[in-house]
T-cell receptor
Framework: GESVGLHLPTLSVQEGDNSIINCAYS??????FIWYKQESGKGPQFIID?????DKRQGQRVTVLLNKTVKHLSLQIAATQPGDSAVYFC?????????????FGAGTQVVVTP | KAGVTQTPRYLIKTRGQQVTLSCSPI?????VSWYQQTPGQGLQFLFE???????NKGNFPGRFSGRQFSNSRSEMNVSTLELGDSALYLC???FGTGGNSPLHFGNGTRLTVT
């Protein structure tokens, strides 16, 4: 069946370093990918998204890379700050699914150390 | 612009009871989706409503239902509550059509079933 997985459950990063969070997916019929950040007691917060016709997209301090050949998605956070400590989820939308239906990965806990 | 608003934030119910959760989407958003988040299963799609019509439904029993009103506000209902229904219920809204239409989540309703 469909699966969206994350390579590491916990990522410890030193403040100021770059973070890379990885996500593997199995459904090649996915046309939209999105990263969320969830802090304790809050709902997931949109970070950045990318369509399947793109390989890379940049935002403020964040970059998403999509490799459709190996079905891999990554989120890079530049100059990680203490406020980046949270759980990060990747999610995807199937080609035949509507915009409101996303499949989420298990999440990666990012811990930023001083 | 106000974000997605969910009420109440916390609920405690007894097995066998029913519960109704409410969601007000971001102004202008016509699509509302509901997700269940648990430590064991992660984020799972419940259903999506667009212009008062259910556009998609996840793999949940019929005890879970929802509706959307003409002002795009949505409610979900869970009848005959079971202990396993204890979870964070998240509502998300989006434009639902057109180009990239990322979901924006509320902070959820924490339901505890005793």
């Amino acid at each position: 069946g469909e699966s969206v997985g994350l390579h590491l459950p916990t990522l410890s990063v030193q403040e100021g370093d770059n973070s890379i969070i990885n996500c593997a997916y199995s459904n090649s019929a996915s046309d939209y990918f999105i990263w969320y950040k969830q802090e304790s007691g809050k709902g997931p917060q949109f970070i950045i998204d990318i369509r399947s016709n793109m390989d890379k997209r940049q935002g403020q301090r964040v970059t998403v890379l999509l490799n459709k050949t190996v079905k891999h998605l990554s989120l890079q956070i530049a100059a990680t700050q203490p406020g980046d400590s949270a759980v990060y989820f990747c999610a995807l939308k199937g080609t035949t699914d509507s915009w409101g239906k996303l499949q989420f990965g298990a999440g990666t806990q990012v811990v930023v150390t001083p | 612009k106000a974000g997605v608003t969910q009420t109440p934030r916390y609920l405690i119910k007894t097995r066998g009871q029913q519960v109704t959760l409410s969601c007000s989407p971001i102004s202008g958003h016509r699509s509302v989706s509901w997700y269940q988040q648990t430590p064991g299963q992660g984020l799972q799609f419940l259903f999506e409503y667009f212009s008062e019509t259910q556009r998609n439904k996840g793999n949940f029993p019929g005890r879970f239902s929802g509706r959307q009103f003409s002002n795009s506000r949505s409610e979900m209902n869970v009848s005959t509550l079971e202990l396993g229904d204890s979870a964070l219920y998240l509502c998300a809204s989006s434009f639902g059509t057109g180009g990239n239409s990322p979901l924006h989540f509320g902070n959820g309703t924490r339901l505890t079933v005793t």
